[in-house]
């Protein structure tokens, strides 16, 4: 298998960007949601690059694979929890809307990574 050196991939590091952004965005929610939503954004934001790490750090392309779509989960679960916040009026949608489209293009490059990655 062709290793993969972490800080080199594209995709590792839109991920490690978007979670500073998240944290950013997280800084002045209602305290109250410290240990609830708060907590659960940035768990899911943090597991997007950890998890795209630990698939580079595998000796396998079936493992890597594995772990890539594990980041692609939290990804989702990651949107889903953004609109939540437009929901619950914590956030505008102007404010989030760059976010998703971080995330729309993470996305795409998990999918198309790990078709590559399966194909090779």
Known sequence: MKTHRLRDLII???SMV???DIYLLTE???STEKFGLISQIRRCAVSIPSNIAEGAGRNNPKEFNQFLG???GSSY???TQLILLVDLNFKSEDEIQP???ILTEIQK???KFKSN???S
Request: proline share 4%; aromatic share 8%; charged share 15%.
């Open 18 to 20: 978007l979670v500073k």
């Open 70 to 72: 594990i980041a692609n």
């Open 109 to 111: 490059m998990i999918y």
């Open 99 to 101: 976010l998703l489209n």
């Open 28 to 30: 002045n929610i209602p």
């Open 77 to 79: 679960e990651l949107e």
């Open 12 to 14: 590792w590091q839109k």
């Open 117 to 119: 990655l399966m194909s």
